[in-house]
């Protein structure tokens, strides 16, 4: 609204101006214009309290999270466009500083970290953009997205009002909106970005740093308003967001939310259609039906935008992890998965879903709904106006029990935790609960990498390998020595994962564990994350904490022998804390360290001179970068060491073929990192979780959702395959470069091609008899729709093989249906006619194609599975 009155404003004064100056004066003129109001050439963003306005229209926008640095330039206009084709409007991303500002003033724009040239892909495309610029971000990334060495500015604590830490966040985000505007990119400007992000869920944290903290959030609001971005500005999960900064929600669920202000839209930051992994721990899903259950029970309730954050999740490629513990992946059960694919169905079901909503767009923005209630737990909200449109949404929230209800007379079937919408409030078009769309079946299947030496296990057990061993302990010169612990943050400034704690220790040969051959036994106490013990350069034990308790402590036996024992403690961070209150000041690293089993009791070593040691020797020169990779010290072998700790690999590999998405397999490792011509891919770590933990086969999307309810992987690792964007491959001679932390078999690497092999479907009686892929307006009241099933194999492939088709009662899910007692014996013969050698086919639930009389008693269903290839 200011916006909209700076324009009246400007624009009268520049009228009064051009009638009392002569015509020659008119290139200046233009030019006085141009600089006092520069939406002249872009969109007017404004807002109410029930939407945003572009240009004096109202939107109803979707969006989705795809942050720029978690994959490739050469994926990002696939990403944009398959976003798009999945009704998505607008692409959100944070913007990450720690990549950006790499030390004070020494800015890095370039590769994954190329936000403009992310910008105007999305502009290209038609989109807009949500530029949630923070600076901090959380995401799983590590510090929560801010400079480790900010930290070290004397004077400074994070997101508080200290001054230190308010001029670098000040100098940073002016910076990154001077780049916007100097590229146009604001909506402004004519550019895509429509709304921009100051700090990020401080909300939750913000009582934790008292009167600083409410000063803070204060000054953060203000110094961004004083940017003049032209756009409105936004604070997610920010309580006392001052006018006219908007706040918004951030949860699996924001339908009751309503912002502080009666005068603000409804506007969903981050609704999680899956979630995070952690090192060690069970896949967590979100089930499709109880996402789309969410964003369509938002816009009943009056929400206006929402973005899926994330809609892709994309890598958290070399070191960028935080948590600790995330997984190199960040596939989060998106919608578009780590590769790239579209996961099917969770993609194609919101992808319905939105394109109802579109339809609903004008009745939603510009009428009040009336609110009904259809029972205990069910309700329906009505828009509607003189026009005579009218669009209705039918809620059943009992998370156990189908409900029938009564609506205009008229009886609908409500499944448990599910909406309806009738974008004509009679006929159903979507329901939430009924998942119409195909499910793509996904493998990884394994490939030749050395096309001159095939192997009949297809692995790279014959290439030539190169190996450089680490000492265990200090290499080259110690760092420094000091009487007792340092942390291991404060010591590295993470420029490494790597910190050495190295100790000797004298054993008498008279002491018993000695003359019995037993063992003495160390105990070690850390704030975390992760150890290997060495003893007299022989590897004794690795423990670790976990995503939810970083910190451990652990006795282990240690062989030791009589006269000097040299005792290394290789400590190891797992990606730096993201969020909490003053999370910049928690550390890592031993505490404690003491050994049991002298005559002269337990030795304590805590408070003893210990010598340090930053790094490994290869990260010092660079022997996985380009310029190290023909370094002398590479020792060339012709079979790679199995199971030896602290080692390096270097073989040469060709590019795979094909143009799938690729993947480094590392089942058959232990813990390290992985590059592949210099580029980093990342941590690796195939930690399995417990098989004691609680997965499913099949998960109930009824009842709210949280990060543990639909778990699978109990048992198995939780991250077996890497991601290795296919940009990174030259046609031959990519050199792959593995540091192994414990020992594994390099022999048995792999590169896997992310593969769709086959679709399958599956459809009832009583699911929305529309087909949305095709539907219109003006189709709604067309009775002779019916139900359709369609199915698509990726480009260049087609259905090879129908693996199972019944019309009737199967029951099972996709990859493993089982015939009924009721079943039309023409289904296979029909489908194969319809679908095969076909690269996509359409099932209508008709009697032209099926026998609509069978079982007269049964609520028939279709169950297709095809093969692609």
Request: aromatic letters at 12%; a neutral charge; charged letters at 20%.
């Amino acid at each position: 609204m200011k916006t909209m009155s700076h324009f009246s404003s400007s624009f009268l004064f520049v009228f009064l101006v051009s009638t009392a100056i002569c015509i020659t004066a008119m290139s200046s003129l233009l030019a006085a214009v141009d600089a006092a109001n520069i939406t002249i050439n872009g969109n007017i963003v404004t807002y109410d309290r029930r939407s945003l306005i572009i240009n004096g229209q109202r939107k109803l926008l979707i969006s989705a999270s795809i942050h720029y640095p978690r994959s490739v330039p050469a994926m990002w206009p696939g990403l944009v466009q398959l976003a798009k084709e999945g009704g998505v409007d607008v692409i959100e991303t944070y913007v990450f500083w720690n990549g950006h500002e790499l030390s004070p003033d020494n800015y890095y724009f370039g590769g994954r970290y190329d936000l403009v040239k992310f910008c105007k892909i999305v502009q290209q495309a038609g989109m807009h953009m949500i530029l949630r610029i923070g600076p901090f971000v959380a995401a799983e990334w590590n510090y929560g997205g801010l400079p480790v060495w900010l930290h070290y500015v004397p004077g400074t604590t994070f997101r508080t009002d200290s001054e230190p830490f308010k001029h670098y966040m000040q100098k940073f985000m002016t910076y990154i909106v001077n780049l916007m505007k100097q590229e146009r990119l604001f909506a402004s400007q004519g550019g895509p970005i429509i709304l921009a992000q100051a700090k990020n869920e401080y909300g939750n944290y913000e009582t934790a740093y008292g009167e600083g903290g409410k000063r803070y959030a204060l000054w953060a609001a203000r110094m961004a308003l004083s940017q003049d971005t032209g756009v409105p500005w936004i604070m997610c999960q920010q309580y006392d967001a001052p006018d006219p900064v908007i706040d918004t929600c951030n949860s699996f669920y924001c339908d009751q939310f309503k912002p502080i202000s009666p005068n603000k839209p409804k506007i969903w930051t981050e609704n999680w259609p899956g979630w995070f992994k952690t090192f060690g721990a069970r896949d967590p899903h979100r089930p499709p039906e109880d996402v789309a259950y969410s964003v369509a029970r938002f816009f009943q309730k009056g929400g206006s935008v929402m973005n899926y954050y994330m809609y892709h999740g994309g890598t958290n490629f070399g070191r960028t992890a935080g948590g600790p513990f995330i997984t190199t992946s960040y596939d989060y059960d998106a919608p578009i998965d780590e590769y790239g694919l579209a996961r099917f169905p969770k993609w194609g079901h919101l992808k319905e879903l939105h394109k109802v909503i579109k339809l609903c767009e004008h009745a939603l923005l510009n009428n009040d709904p009336t609110l009904l209630s259809l029972g205990p737990l069910q309700e329906a909200d009505v828009y509607e106006d003189a026009s005579g449109a009218c669009v209705a949404f039918l809620s059943n929230m009992d998370d156990k029990d189908d409900k029938v209800v009564q609506f205009r007379n008229i009886s609908y079937q409500l499944p448990a935790w599910s909406v309806s919408i009738l974008p004509d409030c009679k006929n159903v078009v979507f329901n939430t609960a009924k998942v119409g769309c195909q499910t793509s079946i996904v493998n990884m299947e394994p490939l030749d990498l050395h096309p001159t030496v095939r192997s009949p296990k297809r692995d790279i057990k014959a290439l030539q390998w190169e190996v450089f061993k680490e000492t265990a302990g200090v290499w080259g010169v110690a760092d420094f020595t000091k009487n007792g612990f340092v942390d291991h943050i404060n010591t590295t400034k993470d420029t490494t994962d790597y910190l050495w704690y190295t100790i000797s220790i004298f054993v008498n040969e008279e002491e018993e564990f000695l003359q019995n051959k037993s063992s003495a036994m160390l105990f070690v106490e850390s704030k975390g994350h992760a150890m290997h013990v060495f003893i007299n350069h022989v590897l004794q034990a690795s423990v670790s904490g976990n995503g939810t308790v970083p910190h451990f402590k652990f006795g282990t036996p240690i062989v030791l022998k009589a006269g000097k024992n040299d005792i290394a403690l290789l400590s190891m961070t797992v990606g730096l804390q993201t969020a909490g209150s003053f999370y910049e000041w928690i550390g890592a690293g031993p505490t404690s360290v003491k050994v049991e089993g002298f005559k002269s009791g337990t030795v304590d070593l805590s408070a003893s001179t210990w010598t340090y040691k930053v790094g490994l020797h290869g990260e010092y020169l660079r022997i996985h970068e380009s310029g190290g990779l023909n370094n002398k010290i590479w020792a060339l072998t012709s079979e790679p060491p199995k199971q030896q700790p602290l080692t390096w690999y270097k073989a040469v590999v060709d590019a795979p073929p094909g143009d799938e998405p690729v993947a480094l397999d590392m089942i058959h490792m232990g813990k390290g990192l992985a590059w592949l011509n210099g580029q980093e891919i990342g941590r690796y770590w195939p930690r399995k979780s417990s098989k004691l933990e609680k997965c499913i086969t099949q998960c109930d999307y009824r009842g709210k959702f949280n990060p543990d309810k639909c778990d699978t992987g109990c048992g198995e690792p939780t991250q077996r395959w890497y991601h290795v964007p296919r940009s990174w491959f030259k046609p031959s001679g990519n050199i792959l470069v593995i540091f192994e932390e414990t020992g594994g078999d390099p022999s048995q690497i792999r590169f896997s091609r992310r593969k769709v092999s086959g679709a399958c479907g599956h459809l009832s009686e009583d699911h929305p008899s529309f087909d949305v892929e095709y539907l219109q307006g003006s189709e709604i009241k067309n009775d002779e729709n019916r139900a359709t099933l369609r199915l698509k194999c990726p480009t260049n492939t087609h259905m090879s093989a129908v693996k199972f088709a019944s019309f009737g009662n199967p029951t099972g899910t996709c990859g493993s249906y089982v015939q009924g007692d009721c079943h039309d014996p023409n289904s296979a013969a029909l489908v194969e006619k319809v679908c095969l050698n076909q690269n996509e086919c359409a099932l209508e639930m008709s009697s032209g194609n099926f026998n609509m009389q069978l079982c007269p008693s049964t609520v028939k269903k279709l169950a297709v599975e095809v093969n692609c290839s």
